[in-house]
């Protein structure tokens, strides 16, 4: 199996801040990568595919990079709205695997 | 619009057969390229994917728990059942379904099911 590993596990911030959160695949994936986001109680939510394409309906500052085994996704102006859990998920092979996510908190 | 939800028994009891059905609208699996899967979420812990079937029958199961897992649909009724038996209570979780419409991303989501198992 694929393993995920995201870092860091958490990470303060402020609003307006840039935040990276990164994710490190233990094979290569290409680009078959996606990002997350998770609100408590909710459901997560496809913001970014194939490691750099914005999901419709996504605001533009986020954004994904990376292939192979490094992967980054970047808030460019952190919102009120985007604290919150992030996880990364290969999508290259079976079974499908997750990162353990990045909590995105207040500072 | 697309919508899934999931659906079964909040309670199960250790050891006990788990049917959860998720039932969704806005697109069919009968067609060429649509996929559901199920993923689990234990609380306060990361996702964890299960299984997937496809729109040409296709399934796809989890390494560690394909011996206990069933995925199956009904394209006339628009669901997709879950079977996972000898349930366990480190199975306590959210159940979610997901649809797939590219590649294996998760473009849409139910908002989840909470099972726990408990005697």
């Known amino acids: 199996d694929i393993q995920m590993t995201q870092s860091p596990s958490s990470v303060s911030a402020s609003v307006g801040d840039r935040v990276t959160i990164t994710c490190q695949a233990s094979?290569?994936?290409?680009?078959?990568l996606a990002w997350y986001q998770q609100k408590p109680g909710k459901a997560p939510k496809l913001l970014i595919y194939a490691a750099s394409s914005l999901q419709s309906g996504v605001p533009s500052r986020f954004s994904g990079s990376g292939s192979g085994t490094d992967f980054t996704l970047t808030i460019s102006s952190l919102q009120p709205e985007d604290f919150a859990t992030y996880y990364c998920?290969?999508?290259?092979?079976?079974?499908?695997?997750f990162g353990g996510g990045t909590k995105v908190e207040i500072k | 619009q697309v919508t899934l939800k999931e659906s079964g028994p909040a309670l199960v009891k250790p050891t006990q057969t788990l049917t959860l059905t998720c039932t969704f609208s806005g697109f069919s699996l009968s067609t060429s390229g649509m996929r559901v899967s199920w993923i689990r979420q234990p609380p306060g812990k990361a996702l964890e994917w299960l299984a997937r079937?496809?729109?040409?029958?296709?399934?796809f199961y989890s390494t560690s728990l394909k011996t206990r897992l069933t995925i199956s649909k009904d394209t006339s009724k628009n669901q997709v059942v879950l079977t996972m038996t000898n349930m366990d209570p480190v199975d306590t979780a959210t159940y979610y379904c997901?649809?797939?419409?590219?590649?294996?991303?998760?473009?849409?989501w139910g908002q989840g099911t909470l099972v726990t198992v408990s005697s």
């Open positions: 998920q290969q999508a290259n092979s079976f079974p499908l695997t």
């Open positions: 094979q290569g994936i290409s680009s078959w």
């Open positions: 079937i496809d729109w040409d029958d296709d399934k």
């Open positions: 997901a649809r797939i419409s590219y590649r294996n991303y998760f473009d849409y």
